[in-house]
């Protein structure tokens, strides 16, 4: 039975994976920064939680040496911990800007790190990272958080030359618009309360981001290609999932910048 490590499991996404891999019949060591509030997760057959923060190395290192230790083996890491911030650049701090890259790049890099080692000596394994269409192409008020994204994609791509040879497959899933509390509870939106020269630019940017959420796809559908990707032992580096994701990045990549860029700003009336 293979073992597969999941970050940020507590909730959208992540915990839509785990429960499909659980479904499947993977072990599952399900990790989040605070397991103890977790019950749902809890109560599936092979599935255990540890508690994992991926600003924290040494956190990193016990939640993978304890799935190790129980689990045998962990064939699979799905790094999909992080968070959305978006907003008026200007206004953003350097803490908020730190806090965006410190969780979704450089936590990921961890993670990544200790998964790299960790394989390297088992002889392989394979590494999801959960990136977005938003690594490829870029939405109005969402600079920091694409910042991160495409930092990722970067990071991945050069990454898994040097992987190969070892036996390590890495994968990049590209979700479109999800339905996760991205857009609810856990966004962090900034804006300037000196000015007003962004508000109108704000209602309409705001208007047709709220109503692509709506039309999301929801975490499980998500779930199905990391499942699907975690089994794919091919060259293929990225997944995109769900929509407007395809249609768009083959777009972006066909259309000359310009054209790509009218179309846009004419979804938001700009």
Do not use: C
Request: hydrophobic share 40%; glycine share 10%.
């Amino acid at each position: 039975m293979k073992t597969v490590l999941i970050t940020g499991a507590s909730s959208g996404i992540g915990k839509a994976a785990a429960q499909l891999f659980a479904e499947q019949g993977w072990n599952v060591a399900a990790t989040m920064r605070t397991p103890a509030k977790e019950q749902e997760l809890a109560g599936l057959p092979n599935v255990r939680l540890y508690a994992l923060d991926v600003t924290r190395t040494d956190t990193i290192q016990s939640a993978l040496e304890a799935a190790g230790r129980d689990f045998g083996r962990i064939d699979v890491v799905v790094n999909n911990a992080g968070f959305g911030v978006d907003g008026v650049f200007e206004a953003m701090t350097d803490e908020v800007i730190e806090g965006q890259f410190d969780t979704n790049v450089f936590g990921l890099m961890r993670v990544t790190r200790e998964a790299v080692k960790l394989m390297r000596e088992q002889g392989g394994g394979t590494i999801i990272q959960i990136a977005s269409m938003g690594g490829r192409l870029a939405f109005p008020l969402y600079s920091i958080y694409h910042g991160t994204k495409w930092a990722v994609e970067g990071f991945s791509e050069s990454l898994h030359y040097e992987l190969k040879p070892l036996g390590i497959h890495l994968k990049i899933i590209e979700p479109g618009a999800t339905r996760t509390e991205f857009a609810g509870r856990s966004r962090q939106f900034i804006r300037p309360d000196y000015t007003q020269a962004y508000d109108a630019f704000i209602r309409k940017v705001d208007k047709v981001n709220a109503e692509t959420m709506e039309k999301g796809e929801s975490p499980r559908k998500i779930a199905e290609t990391i499942v699907k990707a975690a089994g794919d032992t091919s060259g293929k580096l990225r997944y995109p999932v769900g929509n407007p994701a395809p249609v768009l990045l083959r777009l972006r990549k066909l259309l000359p910048e310009t054209l790509f860029f009218g179309i846009i700003r004419n979804s938001y009336k700009l």
